[in-house]
C-alpha cells in the first residue's frame, strides 16, 4: 500500500504560480511512475504530466507544456508540480497518482494510488 497526500493548492490570480507536492509513504520501495490529473467542476478527470521514477523523463498533456514542470526527490518520496503562467482554466482539484508503468496514455486507470486531491483556483 502507498499513501499519497498532495498540498500546495490554493487561490491564485492569473499569471501567477503555485507548486504541489505529493508526498508518499508506505510502501515506496517499488519504483513507481508518478502523475498528477486534475478535475475541473462538471469535467472528467485529465491528465496533466507524469514521470518516471527515475525522474528525467516526463510527458504532459499540451495544453501545460511549456508553463508546468514535474520533479520528484526519491530520497523524500515527494514529487513536485511547478505551475507558472497560471491561467483560469487551470481551475481544478489537482491529484497526484502513483503507478507500475510509466507511458504517455495519461489513463486514469493504470494508477494504483491515489491522493485526495488539492484545489487550485486561478482567478482572473
Known amino acids: 500500500q502507498v499513501q499519497l497526500v498532495e498540498s500546495g493548492g490554493g487561490l491564485v490570480q492569473a499569471g501567477g504560480s503555485l507548486r504541489l507536492s505529493c508526498a508518499a509513504s508506505?510502501?515506496?520501495?517499488?519504483?513507481?511512475?508518478m502523475a498528477w490529473f486534475r478535475q475541473a467542476p462538471g469535467k472528467e478527470r485529465e491528465f496533466v504530466v507524469t514521470?518516471?521514477?527515475?525522474?528525467?523523463?516526463?510527458y504532459y498533456t499540451d495544453s501545460v507544456k511549456g508553463r508546468f514542470t514535474i520533479s520528484r526527490d526519491n530520497a523524500k518520496n515527494t514529487v513536485y508540480l511547478q505551475m507558472n503562467s497560471l491561467k483560469p482554466e487551470d481551475t481544478a482539484v489537482y491529484y497526484c497518482?502513483?503507478?507500475?508503468?510509466?507511458?504517455?496514455?495519461?489513463?486514469?486507470?493504470?494508477?494504483?494510488?491515489w491522493g485526495q486531491g488539492t484545489p487550485v483556483t486561478v482567478s482572473s
Open positions: 514521470v518516471n521514477w527515475s525522474g528525467d523523463s516526463a
Open positions: 508506505g510502501r515506496t520501495s517499488i519504483r513507481y511512475a
Open positions: 497518482a502513483a503507478g507500475l508503468y510509466y507511458n504517455a496514455l495519461g489513463i486514469p486507470g493504470q494508477y494504483i494510488y
